[in-house]
């Protein structure tokens, strides 16, 4: 039996409001560990979303006073991507997951009768994977993106966060001077400083994460296993032979997706 999206989907919707403020969008996206809102309007019709990726986008780490002091200004209303890309409840999961490759995007709208009634994004596909009964075979080294993001340990977060936006990256890996990974910055990392404001001295070496590394010949199912374990949207892959070499890559739960999408996948089938 095939699954549909309703099968996958997270019911309900974490909403703001259309006036609210980027730092009140940053709180929120923090107190509930979600990566993105939907913002309402105030009869509640679904207008648009507005991610952490969103606030990267609108360059709110900007130094100049004047600059920050308009940005703080901003409301979710205004830097919200619209329209909201969405999907029925009813259509098969690999038909979502292909939107989702073709759009570049994290998140669908799922809809019934065109009422919003929750959502599906990559972790959702990512959690299916992991719990499937006959796993996919292939190897973290087949689906990882060899191109990684870096930067020195001593960058200050503001040069991270205007390079992760011009690169259209979600996160850079932190490494010292000898390229071992120390740790990854990510959006979720940076949501702290849309509210409070940063020091232009501030480094990613004090806001990073400790990087979480998986072998280039684990098992995919390993990987996706991991990743809902820890709740990581990425891993650092690297060669268990030659622990210290630089990073081979990167996989993501995007890269997971874009596996599941391809038409020889198990999930095609």
Known sequence: MKKLVRDLMHAGLLTCNTNATLGQ????????????????????HALGIISDYDLLAGEWLATDAQDLKT?????????????????????????????LVDKDIQRLLVTESSIPVGIISLS????????????????????MSDAILVCRDKTPIISAARTMTQAG?????VVDSRGTPLGVVSGKDLLPYVAHGVDAQLTVS???????????????????????????HRLVV??????????????????????????DSIWQK
């Open 71 to 99: 940005m703080r200004k901003l409301t979710a209303g205004e830097l919200m991507s619209s329209p909201i890309e969405s999907v029925e409840a009813d259509v098969p999961i690999k038909v979502a997951a292909q939107i």
């Open 25 to 44: 969008v940053a709180a929120l996206l923090t107190e509930y560990h979600v990566h993105a809102l939907i913002v309402v309007d105030q009869n509640e």
């Open 238 to 263: 690297v060669d268990r032979d030659d622990l210290d070499a630089f990073p081979l890559g990167i996989i993501s739960s995007f890269d997971i997706v874009a596996e599941m999408a391809k038409p």
């Open 206 to 232: 004090e806001i990073m994460h400790p990087p979480l590394c998986i072998d280039m010949h684990a098992p995919l199912q390993e990987a996706a296993d991991l990743m809902i374990q820890e709740h990581y």
């Open 169 to 173: 990256w979600r996160s850079v890996l």
């Open 124 to 143: 959702d596909f990512v959690a299916n994977l992991a719990s499937a009964e006959k796993p996919q075979r292939e190897i973290v080294a087949d689906v």
